[in-house]
C-alpha cells in the first residue's frame, strides 16, 4: 500500500508526481548504488509516475541522510519494501539509456566481493567523471564551445541560466566553475541533475573533480574570414581595394585564400586555419594580420584539437607472419577449441605483438570487441601507433592520463559501436563491452596491472579473465617472463600454453655477461658507480653509432645524504624513509608522501658542511655518463622527467631519431619500447633487486633483468647486457643468462610450495593504521585475535611493522592472512575476515584505526 510516509520532505524536495494517490497499483523499489564507501545498497521507493522511467543501468537522485542529494546507479529493480528502514523516495531519473549496463554491474559485483570492497567504490572507479555526476563535481564551460555556432543544439532556459553562469571572464580569459550546489541555488531546485546531463551531451559543458582533472584543453587559436565575405565575394574586392595602402594586410589576405579556398569551398572557411600557421609565413607581419583581426575582416576563435583520428581509411597492411608465428597463431586457435584462456609465452622480441594484431583481426572479422591490455599505455605509445595503422578509427585508446572528455568519448563510443578494438591500461576493464569475443594482456606479468590505492585493489588480469568469463570472450596472456601463477595454471592442463622460443628476424638473443664490482672497488678502478667494463663497451658502442639503454632503479640523485662528523641522516617529517637527493632542484624529497625541502648544506646536529650524498639514482647515473663518456648524448627517463604530458613522447622519439644515443632510466626503460640500433644494456646496481624482501624478489628480478635486456640487439646487430653486481655467483643470474624460466619456475614453485605462498594459498593483507605507534600495534593486536578466532591459528601472520613503518603521519601494522585457493571456501574465509575487521572497528581498540584490506598483494 503506497502510503506518504514523509509527504513533508517529499514536497521539499520535488513535485508529487501524479497517480501516486491511487492504491490500486503495485508499488516498485530501487536498490542503488550510492557513490559512497557503503557496505550496503540502499533501497528507496520508486513513485509511480516514475514507475516506467526507472530501470537497472540507469541514474537516479536520491536523498541521503539529512540533507544530502545524490546521484546514483539502479542495480536492482523489486517489490520487496526494506525492513530496517523507511524508504524515501526516488526523486529524479536521469538517463533513458543505462549508463552502466547489466554484464558490467555483474563484472562490477565480482569485483566487491571478491576484493573486499563496496559497489559504490568500484563505481566510483569504473566511471568516468561526467557519467558520475557526483555533488562533488564541478561544472565548466568547453573551451571548444562556440556559443555563436549555428550548429549548436536549442539550450533550455534552465540551460541557459547555468551556461550565463560559466562564461569566459573576458579580462582573465579564464573559465570559471560551478559546483553542484551552486547550481541547485542558481536554478532553485533540487532535481536540477538533467539539465547538467542534456549540457554534456549538447557538448557545452565538461565535469571535473578534483582540480588536477579540470579541463585543460590544448586550444588552438585559429582564425578565418568574417561571415559576411564569404557570402560576397564583391564586398572582398572592395576591401581589398581600400586595402591598397597596407600591402602587407593584403598579402595576409591572400594567403589566407590561398589556404583556404573559400570561394570554391565556403564550408572550408568555417574551420579556418591555426592563427600560428598564418603567422608563421615569414612574408606576413604579425602586426598586419592583428590589424585585420580588430578590424573584424578576420575573426578568431579557439578550437580543441582532438585526440582521435578521425579520417576514415583505415589501412590494414597485410603482415606476414614467419612460420613460426603462424604455427603459434594457429595452435592459440586450436586451443580455444577446448580452452579459454591461453598463454603465449614467446621470448623478447619474438614478435608477439604481430600475432596478436592477426588475431585481433580475425576476432574483428567475425564482429566481436577486443580489449587489448597494456600494463602502462604512456609507455608503450610505440604499440599503440602500431595498432592505429592496422585498426585505425575502429581503435580507441582508454587509460588515465586522458581528460574526462576523451573517456567519455571512448565509452560512449563502444556503446555505439564506433570502436571495436579498445587498448587500454588496468581501467579499460570497466569499459561497457556487450559483445566482447577477445581480451589480450599483453605483458601479463607486469605488478602495474595491480591497482594499490585507493580501492577497489584489483588486479586487472584477473578481473580480465572474469570478464572474458561473463562475455563468453577468449583470453590470450602474453609474456617473455610469466607470472609463476600463470605458469601454474599452465603446467596444471588448465590453460593452454604456446611458446615462441626465437626471436623475430636474425639478431638472436642478447648476450649476458656480470662484472664484479666488488673486485673493481677492491682495484680501485670504479669510476663513480660504473666499472670498466661497462665504460669501454659504451664508448665501443657509440663509436659504431649503436645506443645504449643504461638501468637503474631508482631515481634521484642519491636516496639519502649523510654527515661525514656525526652520520645524521634527514629523514621525511611523515615517513620513516630518509630523504632522497633531487640535484638538480637542489631539494631533498619524500618518494612516499611527497614532502620537499631545500638541499641541506650544513648538518643540523652538527653543525659539519661535509655532507655526503651515499647510494645513486638515475639523475647521478645521467650525470656520470656524461662525464665518463663525453660523446654520449644522454637523456633519462623517469618519473621526474616524463610528467607533462607529452614529454615521453619525445624522449622516445629523440632516442629513435638518433638524436640521444644513451637512455637512463628506472623500470620505464625496461618495458615494451622496441628500438633498432640498441646493441648494449647496462644494469648498474643488480643486487638492490635481488635483495628486495619480498617472497617475489627472485621472480621480480628475473623478470626485470630479462625484459631490460631483451631491449638489446632486437634487429640485425647483436645485443649485449653487462650487469654489474658485488657478487656475480648468485644463482639468478644464470638463470638470467640461459634465458632459463624453467628453471626459474622450477625452483620458485618448489619454495613457494615450502613455505606456504601463491599459487598455494592465497593472501590477503590487512593494514592497519593509526597516528599513535602503540594504538596502531594494539588495534592490530586485537584484529589478529579476532582473526584467529574465526580462522585457523596458522593461516594468521603478523601483526608485524612492515619496512616503511610509517607513511603520511600513520603508523601501520600488517596482517597477512593465508587462505585455501578452494573457491567455495574462500567467500566464506572473506566473509570472516570481513566480520572480525567490523569486530574490531566498533571496540575501544580500533578507535580511531583504518583498516585497508587488500587481495591477492603482488
Ligand atoms: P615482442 O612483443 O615479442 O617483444 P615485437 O612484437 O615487438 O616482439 O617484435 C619485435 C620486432 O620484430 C618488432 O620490431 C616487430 O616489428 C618485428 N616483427 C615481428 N614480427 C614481424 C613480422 N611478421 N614481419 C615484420 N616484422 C616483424
Ligand atoms: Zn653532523
Ligand atoms: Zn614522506
Known sequence: ??????????????????????????????DVILPLPLPRLYTYRVPHALRDAVGVGLRVVVQFGKQKVLS??????????????????????????PVVTAPQLRLFEWMAAYYMCTLGEVLNAALPTALKLSSESQLQLRADYDETADTNYALSAAEEIIVQNLRRNAETGEFPTLAFSDVARLL????????????????????????????????????????????????LTELLHQLEKKPKQVDAVM???????????????????????????PALSDSAINSLIRNGIFETFDQVESRFPTDGNAVMPEIILSPVQEAARNRILELYATKNIVLLHGVTGSGKTEVYIELIRAALESGGQILYLLPEIALTAQIVTRLQRVFGTRLGVYHSKFSDNERVEVWNGILSGRFSVIVGARS????????????????????SYKQYEP??????????????????????????????ETYHNCQAGKWGLVELRQRYGSGGMPEIKLVDTKKARAQKAMRHDFTPELIEEIQVRLDRSEQVILFQNRRGYAPYINCNACAWIPKCPNCAVSLTLHNRANELRCHYCGFVQPRVRQCPACGGISITPIGFGTEKVEEDVKELVPTAAVQRMDLDTTRGKNALQHIIADFEKGVTNVLVGTQMVTKGLDFQRVSLVGILNADAIIHYPDFRAHERAFQLFTQVAGRAGRAAVKGEVLIQTADPTQSIFALVANNDYAGLYEKELQERANYEYPPFVRIVTLTVKHAEQHLAQAAANKLVEELVARLERHAVLGPEAPYVFRIRNLFLFEIHVKLSRAHSTLAEAKEKIRDAMTAVQTMPEGKGARIVVDVDPV
Open 1 to 30: 500500500m503506497p502510503t506518504h510516509s514523509h509527504p513533508a520532505l517529499f514536497d521539499d524536495l520535488a513535485d508529487l508526481p501524479d497517480g501516486d494517490e491511487r492504491p490500486d497499483r503495485t508499488t516498485f523499489f530501487a
Open 72 to 97: 546514483c546507479v539502479v542495480a536492482a529493480v523489486h517489490q520487496t519494501p526494506p525492513r530496517e528502514y523507511e524508504a524515501k523516495y526516488v526523486l529524479e531519473v536521469i538517463d533513458e539509456q
Open 188 to 235: 532553485d531546485q533540487p532535481a536540477f541533475h538533467k539539465h547538467i546531463k542534456s549540457l554534456l551531451a549538447k557538448n557545452v559543458i565538461t565535469l571535473f573533480e578534483s582540480v588536477q582533472d579540470k579541463y585543460a584543453p590544448k586550444v588552438v587559436r585559429r582564425l578565418r574570414l568574417a561571415h559576411h565575405f564569404v557570402n560576397d565575394p564583391e564586398l
Open 255 to 281: 594567403q589566407y585564400l590561398r589556404e583556404i579556398p573559400v570561394y570554391q569551398a565556403p564550408a572550408l572557411n568555417h574551420r579556418g586555419l591555426p592563427k600560428a600557421k598564418l603567422a608563421q609565413n
Open 428 to 447: 579499460a576493464v570497466f569499459l561497457p563491452f556487450h559483445r566482447l569475443s577477445l581480451i589480450i594482456v599483453d605483458e601479463e606479468h607486469e605488478s
Open 455 to 484: 580501492a577497489p585493489r584489483y588486479h586487472a588480469r584477473e578481473t580480465a579473465l572474469m570478464l572474458a568469463q561473463y562475455q563468453g570472450a577468449k583470453v590470450l596472456l602474453g609474456s617473455a617472463t610469466p607470472a609463476i
